[in-house]
């Protein structure tokens, strides 16, 4: 079987794979079969081919020249797999029919399985969609990161209020993950430095580590779009390095020999839920620190497997990019373990580190940029400490004196450590210092990345900082989400869109085409009628299909502002109240969102919300023209629900606050209308559909700072609005919480009496007067199903492959791997 030629694969012999699977992961094959046991074997039976693929794209990668991109990540944000596998392979429709011999749905199958959860937000997805691309692109490509045994939080509801649980992703095996122990390393921490002069006379460091911790690594493959590539994600899993302490549990310390284990396990354990707010936790800084040094052992283990102790070729044949500043730490470990274990003089090691990294920075918000302590990191990793002192030392003396001489404003600005109270670690200073290319992740963030975060690095190196604007794959993000919208494009465009996404603008000739608009908001509208099911079973709420499905789904956070919709739709259901006859068309506000579980606004905000809900959808006067559905457990798969059913995507951040989004490209793709922020990836998504099919509202980021350089005063745009004004006041009277009054007050006085940072109140009348905009243009069924059909063809340049595309040219100059065509021979050992 190959994956490129799936043509020996047909339902009948997948279906007797499938069957002798069965036979492992079925307790009784007289009883029904359970969808578990079902999912399992099936998994099983395209593991076959993804794993001999894998073995083949390892030989063949092992014997070219070209580059590999090391991508280091702590969070990826996978989803479910075997769908997308499915898709990849070419092997879904033979899936379904097998898998209907037998008497069940392989979509019912496929829920069956839980997503891999191993990321916060757009970062961990972001992460994912892009090893996505490099498999389909037949890049040479590795994902590493950590095997946190909880991704994730699980989000339930109660009284209106999250309620945090541990994910379990893995609790009955994950069929997509082999362990591989020859490759487990052992990094250190702790402990002290030694001084030394070796025998030819040179002076060394020797780190005598006070813990050592076994890093063991499990390998996901990562299968691509209708070739042979298959790539991996290997990540991470912490143990204590001597299994078990024979000598305290001899002695009878059952709890001494138990505890080293545990606290090893502990670096793994689970997923740090926050985003956008960098808090200081030693445990996390040893996640960065032990995810990177473990990757770092890994790819000179597999470089000196080829080239032994030829350092020559190593930059040319790796590259390390670091999704944000989480990994830094590694280029600390390369520096150390080139000169401290591999003899190298310190210019040498700089060189190499100069040559091989470079970083992603995805968020201005000064509280998301990292910084530990110094104390910290001398107690934790005391060599790297040294070692970045040396690079701070040789930065200031050589390079920023030479641009600025004796200027000590900008040594003290430019610093990797910011002085104070207590001395810090800039993080990202040392990324840019080090890297050869410094991306943001939109066309307006790297603008300012280079204006307002970074400008005298711009001064010093004008050509390191740059732009990738983000992409999603069209893969998971259409062709597998939306099978039916699938069908129709490839109906009518030519060539395999989901390879070549810029194909769909085909469809612009379909724009006006009455038939077609027919066709595309029909299948709008069974997506609608599947949510629909979906939101009873999640929430009970009844909804109808024929409103406007109104979406905002993303994490919750003061700057994505789903506080600026909850106020809007108390203006709506106000409005309403005083009038039921209102010439509204009927509206669903879906919400998903889960909040960092010590982010006490983002949490009052998710109550607010189901506080509305509660009383909204139960209040008989208001005509079912107003829903409010906030589903819960927001995640990848539900996402993949939720986007094809979209008519509408909130994108309505404070403008320069969202670095690019990418729930607004897979809403736009799906043929939801985007009432946005001229923020982020909003701007190329409205320079692409054009400005007539997007709804574009609020103050730009140039006004923006205006607002706050003339003393922004939310309390004077709440006297002089009435309708926000009273909507406001209403959070304040306990009817949304009856006998709690004051419940919604926090929101309130975030915006009143706390300074409003995100300009919620600065933006409101022009959200509302847009949201009226939208309710005459839906009215409009031909130029809706128009406008949104546009959305759909013009969304080419946001697929993943596009921005691997320009990753692999403009940073990583990475060539695509040769495919053999000849089946590669498996070595036997003997
Ligand atoms: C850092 C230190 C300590 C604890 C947590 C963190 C941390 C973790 C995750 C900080 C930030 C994140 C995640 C950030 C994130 O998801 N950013 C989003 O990245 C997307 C992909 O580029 C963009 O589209 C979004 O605009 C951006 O918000």
Redesign the pocket.
Known sequence: MSLSNNTSINSENFKAKVLSYLNYTAIDLGQQIDRKALLKAICLTVNDTIFSELQSTKINNSKQLSRSINYFS??YLMGRMLSNNLHNMGLYEIAVDAVSDLGFDLEDICEEGHDLAL????????AACYLDSLASLDFNAIGYGIHYEHGLFEQQFHQCRQIETPDEWREYGNPWEVCRPEAVQEISLYGNVETFTDDEGKVRKIWHAGQKIKGVPWDIPIVGYRTQTVNVLRLWESRASSHFDWEAFNAGDYQDAHSAQTQAETISKVL??????????EL?FIQ?YFFSACSIKDIIRRYQKQHGNDWSKFTDKIVIQLN???PTIAILELMRVLIDEHEFIWTDAWQVCRKIFAY?N??L?PE?L?KWSVRMFEEVLPRHLEILYGINENFLNNEVNAKWPDDKAMRSRLSIIEEGSQQMVRMAHLCVVTSYKVNG??QL?SALVKQDLFPEFNQLWPDKLTNVT?GITPRRWLKACNPELAELISSKVKGDWAKSLNLLTQLTSFANDTQFQIDFMAVKHRNKIKLVKEIEKLTGYAVSPDAIFDVMIK?L?EY?RQHLNLIHILALYRRLLENPELDMHPRVFIFGAKAAPGYYLAKEIIYGINCLAEKINNDGRINNKLKVIFMPNYRVSLAEKIIPAADVSEQI?TAGK??????NMKLSLNGALTIGTLD??NIEIAEEVGRENIFIFGNTVEEIKELDKNGYDPLKIYCANPELKACLDWLDTGFFTPGKPGGLSAIKSSLLEEGDAYKVLADFQCYSDTHKKIDAAYRNKSDWARMAILNTAKMGKFTSDRSIEEYAKNIWSLSKTELSSEPIKLVKGR
Not at 119 to 126: D, E, F, I, M, Q
Not at 658 to 663: I, L, N, Q
């Open positions: 702590l969070e990321g916060n937000g757009g970062l961990g997805r972001l740090y839920p926050n985003d956008e707010t960098a808090k200081g936790k996390r960065q944000d500043t989480h992603t995805h968020t918000l998301a990292e992740v939109a963030h983000n994490r956070h994505k951040s969202e670095a690019s989004g990418t729930g982020g990836a």
